[in-house]
């Protein structure tokens, strides 16, 4: 069947306690959470990429290594996988391959009941969260049993990128589970607790795609996130984003991107000042139109992070 992948993340940073809590689609908790439910049109056959981890057969570890791969390729810190997390994370997938749905919460009365909430299931998983922490969830489910095509999904969907490529993150833990209807449950679950990892550090980033990446996908259909990233159109280009710590701050002042030797492309800017749903330490473009194929792209960002001004300018090419 061809892959039809439903996509969850969740952002809700707090002050101290620098929680990445999860959200439920259609409800969830309290506070100014991403939450993304969808769909989108079978994908492309996989680009073959030199370092690129090798499959395994197993969903949840290709997922993990997939979404660990990239964010090597940033420079962030690689995360090391717990026991505790893959158990909270496993133990969700069971639950909704159980009852076959998709959703960040789960129901008492239920089956497979291991905890309303993510912190709940970290807890009960004996993950214990004591500040300064952050924790975050992504979810996918798809008619594909790739680990690394689920990952993928998860990252070309541009508020679950955010989560991903959080750089204070330091472990994370991965569950994956096919029920009846052909659907394969992806759960990535990503946290520091008793500290954060380093990060970037003040005035710092990152950006992807990366500089020089090649084979980079033409476009993503923003209808199948909630809430819907460009909400006037569906097929749109690969976003292009920026990453700093969940403590810093991302200002834009300008933000583009060019086919090479032509006019910037109209895009629609996400940034913590533009839209409600994008948290502080991160911005984003979405290219309003598909990207063209076997094209190179310009990319030209200027704003501030921790007030610091903030340049860059750096090229990738589509497949």
């Known amino acids: 069947m061809p892959r039809l992948p439903f996509l969850q993340p969740s952002l809700t940073p707090l002050c101290l306690s620098l929680l990445l809590a999860a959200c439920g689609g259609g409800g969830g908790d309290s506070g100014n959470a991403a939450v993304s439910q969808g769909t989108a ?13 090798l499959a395994t057969g197993n969903t949840a570890t290709d997922g993990f290594n997939r979404a660990n791969f990239r964010r090597q390729q940033l420079g962030l810190s690689v995360l090391n996988r717990n026991a505790l997390i893959d158990s909270a994370a496993q133990g969700h ?14 129901s008492p009365t239920a089956a497979g009941f291991t905890g309303a909430t993510l912190k709940d ?17 992504v979810i996918s489910a798809s008619g594909d049993t ?11 969907a541009i508020y679950h990128r955010f989560v991903i490529f959080e750089p204070r993150f330091l472990e994370a833990g991965a569950g994956a589970a096919t029920a009846a209807s052909g659907y394969t ?16 550090g003040q005035g710092n980033f990152v950006h992807y795609p990366l500089a020089g ?21 569906n097929e749109v280009g690969y976003p ?15 933000f583009s991107i060019s086919p090479r030797g032509g006019a910037p492309l109209p895009v629609k800017v996400l940034s913590h000042a533009t839209d409600a749903n994008t948290v502080q330490s991160v911005a984003a473009i979405v290219p309003l139109g598909p990207l063209a194929p076997k094209t190179a792209y310009d990319v030209q960002f200027t704003g501030t992070v921790d007030g610091i001004a903030a340049t860059r300018a750096w090229s990738f090419s589509t497949r």
């Open 41 to 53: 049109s079978a994908a492309p056959a996989p680009v073959v990429e030199s370092g690129a981890p």
């Open 93 to 106: 997938s069971d639950y909704q391959k159980r009852n076959d749905v998709i959703t960040h919460e789960q």
């Open 121 to 137: 299931r970290l807890a009960a998983a004996g993950y214990a969260l004591v500040a300064p922490y952050a924790y975050g969830e």
């Open 146 to 156: 790739s680990g690394a095509n689920a990952a993928e999904d998860l990252i070309t």
């Open 185 to 200: 449950y992806f759960t990535l679950n990503l946290a520091s607790t008793r500290g954060l990892g380093s990060g970037l």
């Open 213 to 233: 990446q090649q084979n980079v996908l033409t476009n993503f259909f923003s209808d199948y996130e909630t809430p819907d990233p460009v909400g006037d159109r």
């Open 240 to 254: 292009v984003s920026i990453h700093a710590d969940i403590t810093s701050t991302v200002t834009v002042q300008s």
